[in-house]
């Protein structure tokens, strides 16, 4: 279960980015778009690393 945490935090966090890059899009705004695709990323690899964490975890056992 350590994984699930990470994995909870890269949604968010791709959920949170998207939305911003949405915003920025709609309103021009640049800088508020790029914000957007780096929480993204952050997101895509939180997940990453969680998913790792699960495989780590089932191969102990």
Known sequence: MSGLSDK???TVNKVKGETK???GNA???RSL???GKL???K???QETVGE???RVDRDRL
């Open 27 to 29: 309103t021009d705004d």
């Open 33 to 35: 778009q790029a914000d």
């Open 8 to 10: 909870l935090k890269g």
């Open 52 to 54: 790792a964490k699960d």
């Open 43 to 45: 997101g895509e690899a």
């Open 21 to 23: 890059d949405q915003i």
């Open 39 to 41: 929480d993204k990323l």
